[in-house]
T-cell receptor, first 113, second 111 residues
Framework: DADVTQTPRNRITKTGKRIMLECSQTKGHDRMYWYRQDPGLGLQLIYYSFDVKDINKGEISDGYSVSRQAQAKFSLSLESAIPNQTALYFC????????????FGPGTRLLVL | LAKTTQPISMDSYEGQEVNITCSHNNIATNDYITWYQQFPSQGPRFIIQGYKTKVTNEVASLFIPADRKSSTLSLPRVSLSDTAVYYCLVGSMDSSYKLIFGSGTRLLVRP
């Protein structure tokens, strides 16, 4: 079984809809991250969480919100989806003792019409 | 956070050694240098990390000069499966640690 899972893997939605992307991990890591990747570009950090009670904004948090329901779960919400949020979204985790090594999920491909 | 500069793309042939250099002129004292590999439609995968001098693992080597303003990822004897995007990142190992990915280097390995 994969250590970091993301659901759904693909999602098509319409402008203005609220959607949630979910991430679960079985690695026992405290740190979790959400990134987006646009075609041909690198990853941009949206939000990150160093533990259940610690959530921080990343480079591009506008239009997004997150919830850390438990150590193993970190959800990303688009409150009112817009077309330029069409992208590939990745969740990642890391251990406090090896912060530079992040383990990524398979990604969620989101299309906003 | 230190900004990194890498070549946009590189071409190589199977069996050759590939060296990808990353510039990070504003690297801070506490910053580490980390390289990731990403295949299309997959999440990045950790390759190697270092602070200074040379680090080697089963996949690659990382060379860091004394001034630490650049680093070079060396991939020995590449194969077609090494075709991917390679990211150089710098980050400090403190309570606010987070990784910032740039655009990366697209490596194409030809037969």
């Amino acid at each position: 079984d994969a250590d970091v899972t993301q659901t759904p893997r693909n999602r098509i939605t319409k402008t203005g809809k609220r959607i949630m992307l979910e991430c679960s991990q079985t690695k026992g890591h405290d740190r979790m991250y959400w990134y987006r990747q646009d075609p041909g570009l690198g990853l941009q950090l949206i939000y990150y969480s160093f533990d259940v009670k610690d959530i921080n904004k990343g480079e591009i948090s506008d239009g997004y919100s997150v919830s850390r329901q438990a150590q193993a779960k970190f959800s990303l919400s688009l409150e009112s989806a817009i077309p330029n949020q069409t992208a590939l979204y990745f969740c990642a985790t890391s251990d406090d003792r090896e912060q530079e090594t992040q383990y990524f999920g398979p990604g969620t491909r989101l299309l906003v019409l | 956070l230190a900004k990194t500069t890498q070549p946009i793309s590189m071409d190589s042939y199977e069996g050759q050694e590939v060296n990808i250099t990353c510039s990070h002129n504003n690297i801070a004292t506490n910053d580490y240098i980390t390289w990731y590999q990403q295949f299309p439609s997959q999440g990045p995968r950790f390759i190697i990390q270092g602070y200074k001098t040379k680090v080697t693992n089963e996949v690659a080597s990382l060379f860091i000069p004394a001034d630490r303003k650049s680093s070079t990822l060396s991939l020995p004897r590449v194969s077609l499966s090494d075709t991917a995007v390679y990211y150089c990142l710098v980050g400090s190992m403190d309570s606010s640690y987070k990784l910032i990915f740039g655009s990366g280097t697209r490596l194409l390995v030809r037969p």
